[in-house]
C-alpha cells in the first residue's frame, strides 16, 4: 500500500504510541524533537555520529550565500529509552546567517527516506508547519479576531468552543 499522507508535527506527538499508531496506519510522520524530551535519544545521536554513523552535510545556495544549511542525520535511532524498539530517522538542522549573525535550529524525527538529494526538500516541508501555523494565528491574532493562545486546552472540546466564540462574537 502506498502511503501518501505526511503529518506534520510539533514535538508533542513525538512518542512512541503515536508513532506506532502511524505507522499501524501507513501514514508517514515527521514530528518536532526537543532535546529536554529526548535526552536518550540526542545522546544516541551524538554516539551515532562519533562513531562516523549517520550522514553529515553542509549547503549554500547561489541565491542566498549568506545563509549556511547544515544538517545531520542518524538513521535507525531508537526514539526513547523505554522504547527502543520505536525506531526513527533523526533529522537535526541549523541555519546560520552571516548577515545578522544568528543560527535558527531544528530537529525532527521521521520514517521518510532522507538522503542528500532530498534533505533540503524535506527541512523546507518540515519547517512549513512553523510557517503555516504562525501566519494563522497572526490572522487571527491581528486582523480583528482578536485572537490570543489558549492555555484551557479542556478535556474534550474546550480550545475549538473557544476559538468559535471568539469568531462569533468578534463580527
Known amino acids: 500500500m502506498q502511503r501518501g499522507k505526511i503529518f506534520n ?9 503515536y508513532i506506532e499508531n502511524l505507522e499501524a496506519n501507513n501514514l508517514h510522520y515527521i514530528l518536532g524533537a526537543k532535546p529536554g524530551d529526548h535526552q536518550f535519544l540526542f ?6 555520529v562519533a562513531r562516523g554513523e ?14 549556511t544549511h547544515c544538517f ?7 526514539l526513547n529509552k523505554s522504547h527502543q524498539n520505536t525506531r526513527v530517522t533523526f533529522v537535526e538542522y541549523w541555519e546560520e546567517n552571516s548577515k545578522t ?15 542528500e538529494e532530498s534533505i533540503f526538500h524535506f527541512m523546507r516541508g518540515a519547517r512549513a508547519r512553523w510557517k503555516i501555523e ?13 485572537f490570543d493562545h489558549n492555555f484551557g486546552l479542556g478535556k474534550k472540546h474546550l480550545t475549538e468552543l473557544f476559538v468559535l466564540l471568539m469568531m462569533f462574537l468578534s463580527h
Open 72 to 78: 545531520r542525520v542518524v538513521y535507525n535511532a531508537p
Open 43 to 48: 545522546q544516541y545521536v551524538d554516539d551515532a
Open 54 to 67: 549517520g550522514m553529515e552535510l553542509t549547503v549554500t545556495q547561489q541565491n542566498t550565500p549568506h545563509l
Open 9 to 17: 508535527e510539533d514535538a508533542l506527538n513525538s512518542n512512541a504510541p
Open 101 to 115: 549573525g544568528k543560527t535558527q535550529h531544528f530537529t525532527w524525527v521521521t520514517d521518510l527516506t532522507i538522503t
Open 134 to 146: 504562525n501566519e494563522t494565528f497572526n490572522t487571527l491574532k491581528n486582523q480583528g479576531y482578536q
